[in-house]
């Protein structure tokens, strides 16, 4: 059972930057389909942004478009996303979803992702 594990969360002003990682553990995640996920308090779950297994195709929600960035490097675990000009509507906790396919973005928030991290803390205050 593949177990993600997300990291990098935190406390920053309105306009910071944070960086979160989606891991796993006793596994490589060259195979798997990365979606993030977030759910603010009192609110359904977002999607946020999808990365291919090969990095080569993403899509990213229009409400974090040109400036959240999801990245991967198969020859490091981690996934990441890379969080700039954040805003109070940005808090929110933070999942990082894997599916095993060889797949595009496109339509991604249907995909069966199977395996969820806990989840990551981002909050944007002053």
């Known amino acids: 059972q593949l177990q993600l594990v997300e990291s990098g969360g935190g406390l920053v002003q309105p306009g910071g930057s944070l960086r979160l990682s989606c891991a796993a553990s006793g596994f490589t995640l060259d195979y798997y389909a990365i979606g993030w996920f977030r759910r603010a308090p009192g609110k359904e779950r977002e999607g946020v942004s999808c990365i291919s297994n090969s990095g080569v195709s993403t899509s990213y929600a229009d409400s974090v478009k040109g400036r959240f960035t999801i990245s991967r490097d198969n020859a490091k675990n981690p996934v990441y996303l890379q969080m700039n000009n954040l805003t109070a509507e940005d808090t929110a906790v933070y999942y990082c979803?894997?599916?095993?396919?060889?797949?595009?973005?496109?339509?991604?928030?249907?995909?069966?992702?199977?395996?969820w991290g806990q989840g990551t803390q981002v909050t944007v205050s002053s």
């Open positions: 979803a894997a599916v095993k396919a060889s797949v595009y973005c496109s339509n991604w928030k249907y995909f069966p992702f199977n395996s």
